[in-house]
C-alpha cells in the first residue's frame, strides 16, 4: 500500500477490524520509510444499480434520496432516523440480493410504501401522495378508503372482503 505521505510502496499492517456489519476490514498502517501512520478501508466492489426513472431516463440507485423522502414523509413524526435508515438498508440489500441491475422507479417506491405502511400511516399517506401523483381528491380518497380497509383486514380477521374492494 502506498504511504500517502512519502510515497514509499512498503507498509505495514498494525491492526485490522471488520467495519460496516463486515462489508469492510479498517486496517490501521505504518509506512517503513517515514513511520507514519494512515488508515485504509478494503470494501467489496459492487456492481452499480440503475434506476429506471418513469421517463426512461436511468439513473445510479442513491440510497440518500431515498432516505430524504422518507424523512421529508415523516417530518414532524416521533420516528428515529435509524429506522428510515435500517428501511433503506434493507431495500438496497433486496435488490442487490435479486441481482437484477436495473429496476423500474415504480418497484422501489411499492417496497418502501409497503414497509412504510406498517411504521406510520401518516408518513405512508405523505410518502404515496407524492410516489403515486394522486391526480385529484377523489384518487387520495379512495388510497385512504384503501389503507382503512386493509388496517381493519390486520386487526379483524375477514374484516376486508373482496366485495368492499
Given at each position: 500500500?502506498?504511504?500517502?505521505?512519502?510515497?514509499?510502496?512498503?507498509s505495514r499492517v498494525l491492526?485490522?477490524?471488520?467495519?460496516?456489519?463486515?462489508?469492510?476490514?479498517?486496517?490501521?498502517?505504518?509506512?517503513?520509510?517515514?513511520?507514519?501512520?494512515?488508515?485504509?478501508?478494503?470494501?467489496?466492489?459492487?456492481?452499480?444499480?440503475?434506476?429506471?426513472?418513469?421517463?426512461?431516463?436511468?439513473?445510479?440507485?442513491?440510497?440518500?434520496?431515498?432516505?430524504?423522502?422518507?424523512?421529508?414523509?415523516?417530518?414532524?413524526?416521533?420516528?428515529?432516523?435509524?429506522?428510515?435508515?435500517?428501511?433503506?438498508?434493507?431495500?438496497?440489500?433486496?435488490?442487490?440480493?435479486?441481482?437484477?441491475?436495473?429496476?423500474?422507479?415504480?418497484?422501489?417506491?411499492?417496497?418502501?410504501?409497503?414497509?412504510?405502511?406498517?411504521?406510520?400511516e401518516v408518513a405512508y399517506?405523505?410518502?404515496?401522495?407524492?410516489?403515486?401523483?394522486?391526480?385529484?381528491?377523489?384518487?387520495?380518497?379512495?388510497?385512504?378508503?384503501?389503507?382503512?380497509?386493509?388496517?381493519?383486514?390486520?386487526?379483524?380477521?375477514?374484516?376486508?372482503?373482496?366485495?368492499?374492494?
Amino acid at each position: 500500500m502506498k504511504c500517502p505521505y512519502c510515497g514509499t510502496q512498503d507498509s505495514r499492517v498494525l491492526d485490522s477490524r471488520a467495519t460496516q456489519e463486515g462489508a469492510a476490514i479498517r486496517r490501521r498502517r505504518e509506512c517503513y520509510g517515514c513511520l507514519n501512520r494512515f488508515t485504509t478501508m478494503e470494501k467489496i466492489e459492487e456492481e452499480p444499480l440503475v434506476v429506471i426513472k418513469r421517463d426512461g431516463r436511468r439513473e445510479l440507485f442513491d440510497g440518500n434520496k431515498v432516505l430524504q423522502g422518507l424523512l421529508r414523509a415523516g417530518q414532524k413524526r416521533d420516528i428515529s432516523l435509524a429506522i428510515w435508515q435500517e428501511l433503506v438498508e434493507s431495500l438496497e440489500q433486496e435488490l442487490r440480493s435479486s441481482y437484477v441491475r436495473e429496476i423500474p422507479a415504480g418497484d422501489i417506491g411499492e417496497f418502501v410504501l409497503e414497509r412504510l405502511r406498517r411504521i406510520d400511516e401518516v408518513a405512508y399517506v405523505r410518502f404515496a401522495s407524492v410516489y403515486r401523483q394522486f391526480p385529484d381528491i377523489e384518487t387520495f380518497k379512495r388510497e385512504l378508503e384503501k389503507m382503512l380497509r386493509q388496517k381493519r383486514a390486520d386487526v379483524v380477521p375477514g374484516a376486508g372482503t373482496k366485495e368492499e374492494e
